[in-house]
């Protein structure tokens, strides 16, 4: 089984950071209705800045959402009944970066194994991905459209995604995902 896993708010802590940079700008924090930045409502200025920190190095310094996340997926990557692949839509500029931080975490990763690549569902249908674990709506829908098994993490910080709730299997976590598919214990 060839499984894909989405970075930012699957197996990073993005919400997290995304907030820190609201309340630093003295805007209340609400969660994001919209996968743009532009559409949840804050002043241009505080947009902005989100747009910044997403697109800058700063990203690779969000945290993990759950310390075990790196033994779990430590052993489905050794598994030799898995493949498992990091699917990202960050900028394919920083790569390198992007290695260490799953390295930093913990996270075995080699480099054919990180997929970046704008639109995911390109890398998702390229490499055969048979499950993908994501938070954001396009992928989740690109993935239901092509007939590729997909789980959908969706937090109470993850609103943009809300809507396809029902439509889809998800969870909050992708620890409690990654146990009810069976993957680990």
């Keep these: 089984m060839r499984i894909a896993l989405d970075l930012d708010n ?19 924090y609400v969660p994001p209705v919209s996968y743009d930045v532009y559409k949840n409502g804050y002043p241009v200025a505080v947009a902005d800045a989100l ?5 800058s190095d700063d990203i690779y310094k969000t945290r993990i959402f ?4 790196p033994l779990a997926l430590n052993a489905i ?21 992007t290695l260490e931080q799953l ?8 480099d054919s194994r990180l997929i970046h690549r704008i639109p995911k569902i390109d890398a998702l249908k390229e490499h055969k991905i048979d499950l993908c674990f994501d938070d954001a709506p396009h ?27 029902g439509r889809v299997e998800h969870y909050p976590t992708l620890m409690l995902a990654l146990q009810k598919r069976g993957l680990i214990k």
């Design 139 to 165: 992928v989740v829908s690109d993935c239901i459209v092509n007939n590729i098994d997909v789980v959908m993490i969706s937090t109470d910080d993850t609103a943009y995604n809300h809507h396809l709730r």
């Design 103 to 110: 390295a930093h975490a913990g996270i075995m990763c080699d």
């Design 51 to 55: 747009r910044k920190w997403l697109d």
């Design 10 to 28: 699957t197996v990073f802590n993005a919400a997290e950071e995304y907030r820190a940079v609201i309340e630093s700008m003295h805007c209340k």
């Design 66 to 69: 759950d310390t075990k996340i």
């Design 77 to 97: 990557y050794q598994n030799p009944n898995y493949e498992l692949f990091f699917v990202t839509e960050r900028l394919f500029k920083n790569h390198a970066q």
